[in-house]
């Protein structure tokens, strides 16, 4: 699953999946277009905030942990 596709499943926005990760909205933006394959910190703080298993993180980005 894309990040997009989990961050629209949470019914968050990218302004509030920024806010929750303490991250930048463009950063998600460019992540989420393939501008950017974001930074393994960002990645974690991205998917801490959705709430994504670490057993899972793997299937959104790749090793992520």
Known sequence: M????????????QRQLAAKAGISER??????????PGRPPTRRKLLTALLVPYSARE??????R
Do not use: D, N
């Not at 894309?2 to 926005?13: I, K, N, P, T, Y």
């Not at 299937?59 to 992520?64: A, D, E, I, L, Q």
């Open 59 to 64: 299937s959104v980005f790749g090793s992520s």
């Open 2 to 13: 894309s990040l997009r596709a989990l961050r629209v499943s949470r019914g968050l926005s």
């Open 27 to 36: 950063t998600i933006s460019s992540i989420e277009t393939g501008r950017s």
